[in-house]
T-cell receptor
Framework: NAGVTQTPKFQVLKTGQSMTLQCAQDMNHNSMYWYRQDPGMGLRLIYYSASEGTTDKGEVPNGYNVSRLNKREFSLRLESAAPSQTSVYFC????????????FGSGTQLSVL | DAKTTQPPSMDCAEGRAANLPCNHSTISGNEYVYWYRQIHSQGPQYIIHGLKNNETNEMASLIITEDRKSSTLILPHATLRDTAVYYCIVRVDNAGNMLTFGGGTRLMVKP
């Protein structure tokens, strides 16, 4: 049981480049989330998906898009990366109605130069 | 969600109990207290949660005061691997998707 798997673990982009962060979970959870964590700060919710086919904005959605490809996978896309998006990105999942008991992936460290 | 206040950092000797406090004086009757921890740069890990009664699991114990305005997470025998940032969050159960992590307490377990 892998839990929540994120790829890649590290990425360096130039300003203006695009990329997609991948996330997959094998726990049959309905809800999935993307957070970002800036150095020395707490986590901030970017987008979430309460169920397959639905997505909603979190606290800091600007500059990002998401796709809930199927029940297992939830991807985060940066269309035109900016240095302000340098951060560690965490994907998480939870049972429906238990959005407080999250299971997190190991994170993607993204640097935008 | 009610606001929580935690000390920014604490030390604990290895093998001793670590008691991490959290103030949540504006907590409402249907809000639970949740604790997570984040070890180094890993993803946060759920520890425990409770409403009114004290709770215990294999990782920790949660003590909630009778007026529910504060709580304490207890790691009974802290090890070096318990060094982490601990987050206290209050939240209505089954409220969905906007779980917010504040600054937390950085616990340093020392040999």
């Amino acid at each position: 049981n892998a839990g929540v798997t994120q790829t890649p673990k590290f990425q360096v982009l130039k300003t203006g480049q695009s990329m997609t962060l991948q996330c997959a979970q094998d726990m049959n959870h309905n809800s999935m989330y993307w957070y970002r964590q800036d150095p020395g700060m707490g986590l901030r919710l970017i987008y979430y998906s309460a169920s397959e086919g639905t997505t909603d904005k979190g606290e800091v959605p600007n500059g990002y898009n998401v796709s809930r490809l199927n029940k297992r996978e939830f991807s985060l896309r940066l269309e035109s990366a900016a240095p302000s998006q340098t951060s560690v990105y965490f994907c998480a999942s939870s049972e429906t109605g238990e959005g407080e008991k999250l299971f997190f992936g190991s994170g993607t460290q993204l640097s935008v130069l | 969600d009610a606001k929580t206040t935690q000390p920014p950092s604490m030390d604990c000797a290895e093998g001793r109990a670590a008691n991490l406090p959290c103030n949540h004086s504006t907590i409402s009757g249907n809000e639970y207290v949740y604790w997570y921890r984040q070890i180094h740069s890993q993803g946060p890990q759920y520890i425990i949660h409770g409403l009114k009664n004290n709770e215990t699991n294999e990782m920790a114990s949660l003590i909630i005061t009778e007026d529910r305005k504060s709580s304490t997470l207890i790691l009974p025998h802290a090890t070096l691997r318990d060094t982490a940032v601990y987050y206290c969050i209050v939240r209505v159960d089954n409220a969905g998707n906007m779980l917010t992590f504040g600054g937390g307490t950085r616990l340093m377990v020392k040999p």
